[in-house]
């Protein structure tokens, strides 16, 4: 019993070390994406505001060669607390979702204190 306890110890240390050495890499994940028109839709239903853009660049697929040009916006209702990252891509005109949730917190620090405990 001793040794498969130490042999899974082992492999246990093995593996987080190889994850924490891991290089970084393109991954794929699933997007909502759609008309302009559709996604300013669900925001002002939401009753978001852009808050935050930045221009950025994104490959729309792994075998692209080069970035294409996009906006990316922060929108946000500070009374329920809800948050949409949203995309446009200025070539196609199609707007994608991000990521959205609930509870945004503009203290930075306060929300890497709580991953760390938990």
């Known amino acids: 019993m001793t040794i498969l306890r130490n042999l899974l110890i082992s492999l246990l240390i093995l593996l987080s070390t190889t994850l924490a050495n891991a290089e970084p890499r393109w991954v794929q994940k699933p997007i909502q994406c759609g008309p302009e028109e559709e996604v300013l839709g669900i925001l002002e239903q939401a009753e978001e505001k852009a808050i935050m853009g930045a221009l950025g660049k994104t490959k729309f697929d792994s075998t692209d060669e080069v970035f294409s040009d996009v906006t990316v916006y922060l929108f946000v209702n500070t009374d329920t607390k809800t948050f949409t990252?949203?995309?446009?891509?200025?070539?196609?005109?199609?707007?994608?979702?991000?990521?959205?949730?609930?509870?945004?917190?503009?203290?930075?620090?306060?929300?890497?204190?709580?991953?760390?405990?938990?």
């Open 85 to 118: 990252i949203v995309e446009y891509n200025i070539g196609s005109k199609e707007t994608c979702v991000l990521s959205f949730g609930d509870g945004i917190n503009f203290d930075v620090a306060d929300l890497f204190a709580k991953k760390q405990s938990s």
